[in-house]
């Protein structure tokens, strides 16, 4: 089966710029999550999809990230301004889920998109 | 929320010797624990995971143990190759989010 797909790989922007990441899930996933994998660090949640609907967006900058998966299938994520210390590895992964939301399954990771800020 | 920390950060093993990566976490009701490997520029991949009525897991090189008591788990890779070098991190989810450790960087001489 065809994995998790990311796009662009590679992104380098100045500080206060908008920039976005495309996502698109394993076919079948209910769920799909975003995670910022700063250097040196592992990946941190920053908003989980069940379908369409937002499960846990508790560690999303809400001020100046946003995210959406409108059709429960691809999904975007933004972030508008940008700051220095935004500068990571956007990971996007998706799983089959569970009945509301709740997942111990194994969830499979795209490539990333590498965000350089400026 | 849950906390899992993982050590070493990094680790130098000689080819052929063993591995072992240990993390801990806080939240008694994690019942899922995944190790996943991290090549250089590529995407973190599942190598192993453990769920809580199980004690103990191994797929050929790789096991896992779990010790619910004491909240801890292990990750260990016998006779290592070089291609075992990567980023591994640790898992621990429950009814939430996944969290992860920072991360082990290990590192195979030949």
Redesign the interface.
Known sequence: EAGVAQSPRYKIIEKRQSVAFWCNPISGHATLYWYQQILGQGPKLLIQFQNNGVVDDSQLPKDRFSAERLKGVDSTLKIQPAKLEDSAVYLCASNRGAAGGFSTDTQYFGPGTRLTVL | GEN?E?HPSTLSVQEGDSAVIKCTYSDSAS??F?W?KQELG?????II?I?SNVGEKKDQRIAVTLNKTAKHFSLHITETQPEDSAVY?CGS???????????TQVVVTP
């Open positions: 899992v993982q019942n899922y995944p996943y590529k995407r973190p991949q599942l995971d769920r991190f989810s429950g009814w939430g989010k996944l969290q992860f450790g920072a991360g």
